[in-house]
């Protein structure tokens, strides 16, 4: 398994996608978002899923828009948020109104602690892949070699400090959102404490 054998969607959304995680995300939750992606396509491989390539692509490059400055809603949780991003930038890439509503679905329930793939293939994938950028859920599911590649290509920066703080704030200021449960649940430690942040060691 390579970097090179996921490809990249190249459709209207997918590109505006990347355009727009990249003008407002710091380069530590930009590299966040495109592992996310590219760990849900080797988990899809590894179980035989078969997920919406494009979908699953825009809903991972957009899943954090909603804890950077430009997209926080003062009452909305951070994922949410972040699912509304989606449905107006599909809207605009001609996406009819049931395929946006599945993306809007797809990011915010990544977020949940666990995504049955029989009702949601790409709200499964994206859940099982941002636990494993985050807090290094199956990191031993896909292969070592990959787990390497992704992180050279993609390195993790300052995304433990960066995200945990983000979610810190997110909690405090909306306590009756996911942030508050990740927080509670010991997300900034799980970040210090991923293996990914030790890979490229030795």
């Not at 899809?44 to 899943?63: F, I, K, M, N, Q």
């Not at 666990?114 to 994206?126: F, K, Q, R, S, Y």
């Given at each position: 398994m390579r970097i090179a054998d996921v490809p990249r969607p190249d459709t209207a959304a997918?590109?505006?996608?990347?355009?727009?995680?990249?003008?407002y995300h710091s380069p530590s939750l930009l590299n966040h978002v495109q592992r996310s992606w590219l760990w849900a396509e080797a988990f899809a491989t590894v179980r035989g899923l078969t997920?919406?390539?494009?979908?699953?692509?825009v809903s991972a490059l957009l899943h954090d828009l909603g804890i950077v400055p430009e997209f926080d809603n003062n009452t909305l949780a951070y994922e949410d948020a972040a699912g509304?991003?989606?449905?107006?930038?599909?809207?605009?890439?001609?996406w009819p109104a049931d395929r946006r509503v599945r993306a809007h679905e797809v990011i915010v329930r990544h977020n949940w602690p666990e995504v049955?793939?029989?009702?949601?293939?790409?709200?499964?994938?994206?859940?099982i892949a941002t636990a494993l950028d985050i807090s290094g859920a199956r990191d031993g599911e896909l292969p070592a070699e990959f787990l390497r590649e992704v992180v050279t290509a993609f390195p993790r920066l300052e995304l433990a400090a960066e995200f945990g703080s983000c979610v810190a704030d997110q909690a405090e200021r909306k306590p009756d959102t996911s942030a508050r449960r990740l927080v509670d649940g010991g997300v900034q430690r799980k970040l210090r404490d991923n293996p990914l942040e030790r890979i490229l060691e030795g």
């Amino acid at each position: 398994m390579r970097i090179a054998d996921v490809p990249r969607p190249d459709t209207a959304a997918s590109r505006a996608a990347l355009e727009i995680a990249t003008a407002y995300h710091s380069p530590s939750l930009l590299n966040h978002v495109q592992r996310s992606w590219l760990w849900a396509e080797a988990f899809a491989t590894v179980r035989g899923l078969t997920p919406d390539h494009e979908l699953l692509y825009v809903s991972a490059l957009l899943h954090d828009l909603g804890i950077v400055p430009e997209f926080d809603n003062n009452t909305l949780a951070y994922e949410d948020a972040a699912g509304h991003v989606a449905i107006a930038l599909t809207a605009g890439a001609g996406w009819p109104a049931d395929r946006r509503v599945r993306a809007h679905e797809v990011i915010v329930r990544h977020n949940w602690p666990e995504v049955d793939p029989a009702m949601d293939v790409e709200g499964h994938l994206l859940e099982i892949a941002t636990a494993l950028d985050i807090s290094g859920a199956r990191d031993g599911e896909l292969p070592a070699e990959f787990l390497r590649e992704v992180v050279t290509a993609f390195p993790r920066l300052e995304l433990a400090a960066e995200f945990g703080s983000c979610v810190a704030d997110q909690a405090e200021r909306k306590p009756d959102t996911s942030a508050r449960r990740l927080v509670d649940g010991g997300v900034q430690r799980k970040l210090r404490d991923n293996p990914l942040e030790r890979i490229l060691e030795g």
